[in-house]
């Protein structure tokens, strides 16, 4: 089913404008160039650390939201209930744990990637280690999320999944690379803006088109079971969401991908001080419970409608239920609006990605580093670095994946625990040296390799076992054996 032509001319306008205001940060490039290699990394890949903390919370949060955010939390609670929420309040948790072990560290320095922390802990081996590990999981990972955008446009506008991941990450791509950071920044906060009030719009249509309203809702929902459960408290380690997995493991999870991966510390070094990147982190989690809770309500909704008016066919996947919705239920111009947001958490995704990858790139490997002294050198080599990553999402979000959110949230959680207890060795192990290191980042990767091939254990503890695994054998290793190297103390 296509969309009204109205609503179509919406999302273009969108997508032309939102690739216009970020290459409005070109010319800001092109003065960074005129300084050393140093000044045009800072603004580049930090913005020139210039950003109010509250912009930064809002791109923390567009960042970490995805398409599969979007689609896949309303498919889980119309297909289940509430208790996804759980998840989100160990993310409250992770935040403040980054705040009092992982964000000070950043700021003992002029860093620029979160794996320079590691080589002044444990060595240029060790920051290349860890960087490769972000560059593969994150591009993978990416590829999840570009994919669900093809699923969006596919049931809007009835065109092939290929074409709209190639508009939508060359659109991408363009303003990511003319603008650096500073353009990454300004369209998050304007992507959060968009798709924020979207998914209250949709809120507010769907409890306007359901009969009685509210009152319908809870009654449906407490004929349905459990519709409206928050809470599990049952100690089942294959249950994706209790309490416990949802606290521990969400505060795990978190920490890993707001505190080790790139794509989001990226964020916090462009903070202007420590003072600044806490506000922006903490403030970023208050909006995040607020947006789950939003997109795990109209779930609910979405289910109640659908037993007056069915939108699914057998068999369909419950991934499609809210862009079905938009299409065929929401008035013509909304329609346009609402779907504009969706693809605005796409491109806010992958250009934070984008940057991310191509920081780490150029700054985290020495041979690549020491090529690119000179500020022009340095912005030519940052440029096709972003180029080379466009390309590399695009191949991924080719490819075919499973259930969206989950398949994203799963693929992260693999290596994360690894990299998650890296950070903690180098942080709180004062005694740990390289080859620990390195041989707990080996067997966290194997032993969480092993719980997701043998086991039903849920991916929720997935971070939480793998980094475990690392600090207690990168512990071990360290105090076995003839040589006790330590970087920095």
Known sequence: MRIH????AIVIVYLLGVTALGMRFRRVQQRGASGDSTAAGREYFLGGRTAPWW?????????????LTIIGTPAISYAGNLTFIQLVFGYLIGRVLIVLLLL??????????AYALIEKRFGEKMRAVAASTFLITRAIAEGVRVSAIALVVSVVLGTSEHLAVV???????????????KAVIWTDVAQLLLYMTGSAVTLFVLLHRIPGGWSEVTQVAAAAGHKLQLLDFSWNLAKKYTFWSGLIGGAFLTMASHGTDQTIVQRLLAAKSERDGRRALLTSGGIVLFQFSVFLLIGVLLYVFAQHWPLLATGEKTDRILPLFLVREMPVGLAGLLLASIVAVAM???SGSLNSLAASSVLDFARLRRRSTDASQFLRLSRGMTLAWGLVLMAFGLVKWGPLLEAGLTVASLPFGSLLGLFLLGTLDRGANARGALAGMFAGLVAILCVFRFTNVAFTWYVLTGASVTFAVGW????????????AA
Not at 5 to 8: I, K, Q, S, V, Y
Not at 104 to 109: K, Q, T
């Open 476 to 487: 071990i290793a360290s105090r076995v054996g003839p040589e006790k190297e330590n970087v």
């Open 5 to 8: 032509p109205l609503d179509l």
């Open 55 to 67: 912009a930064l919370a809002f791109s923390i949060v567009a960042t970490e939201t995805s398409t």
């Open 104 to 113: 000070p560290g950043y700021f003992r320095g002029e860093f620029f990637t």
């Open 167 to 181: 508009i939508v990450i060359a659109l991408t791509v363009l303003y990511t690379f003319e603008g650096g950071m």
């Open 348 to 350: 806010s995704n992958a």
